[in-house]
């Protein structure tokens, strides 16, 4: 069975740094882009960008570039998520998706159950 | 970036009911459009990709439809399990972007 499994739920201060996986399981790993997703409280869903675990390639969201970064370790089938200096409004649910592509139609078959994180003072 | 529109942000609707959610992009998408669905304290779960192409194990009672900037979501006679928020996505170009999503109540 493919699967993704995140890490557990984090509770920071504002300022502090942060890395959450991403390690999948039951496919080739560096085969497919991982995507991570956002979940703010209450909120929609917004695509924060993908990584290419074959190569490290990244594609962020302008929204989100230079906020965060992707990596993976393609040893351990694992890609991660980071921040250097949290802020309050990064208070959210973090998905990870494993991104698929037929006939050039690319769509999220896979996802993690969420990681929840929470930065306040 | 390309924005998605859905209308109704919600709806309630009866077991047995026909529902239909719209999603509009800004610009052009071709069929560039995925259907997820979430339920409460749940990761989304695919239902359509090409806009109207069913993912595997997904109940014939969903279907898809449109092109360009217009683009359908029906589901033919709902059932207890389909209560939940529905998002549009598009895959034609990144940044992807979500509709603000549609919340199916029970009426």
């Known amino acids: 069975e493919v699967q993704l499994e995140q890490s557990g739920a984090e509770v920071k201060k504002p300022g502090e740094s942060l890395r959450i996986s991403c390690q999948g399981s039951?496919?080739?790993?560096?085969?497919?882009?991982i995507n991570w997703v956002r979940q703010m409280p209450g909120g929609g869903l917004e695509w924060m960008g993908r990584i290419d675990p074959s190569d490290s390639y990244t594609n962020y969201s302008p929204s989100f570039q230079g906020h965060v970064s992707m990596s993976v370790d393609k040893s351990i089938s694992t890609a991660y998520l980071q921040w250097s200096s949290l802020q309050a409004s990064d208070t959210a649910i973090y998905y990870c998706?494993?991104?698929?592509?037929?006939?050039?139609?690319?769509?999220?078959?896979?996802w993690g159950k969420g990681t929840s994180v929470t930065v306040s003072s | 970036d390309i924005q998605m529109t859905q209308s109704p942000s919600s709806l309630s609707a009866s077991v047995g009911d026909r529902v239909t959610i719209t999603c509009r992009a800004s610009q052009s998408i071709s069929s560039d459009l995925n259907w997820y669905q979430q339920k409460p304290g749940k990761a989304p779960k695919y239902l359509i990709y090409a806009a109207s192409t069913l993912l595997s194990g997904v109940p014939s009672r969903f279907s898809g439809s449109g092109s360009g900037t217009d683009f359908t979501l029906t589901i033919s006679s709902l059932q207890p399990e389909d209560f939940a928020t529905y998002y549009c996505?598009?895959?034609?170009?990144?940044?992807?972007?979500f509709g603000q999503g549609t919340k199916v109540e029970i009426k």
């Open positions: 998706a494993r991104q698929q592509v037929v006939n050039h139609y690319y769509y999220m078959d896979v």
């Open positions: 996505q598009q895959s034609y170009t990144t940044p992807w972007t």
């Open positions: 039951g496919y080739s790993f560096t085969s497919d882009f």
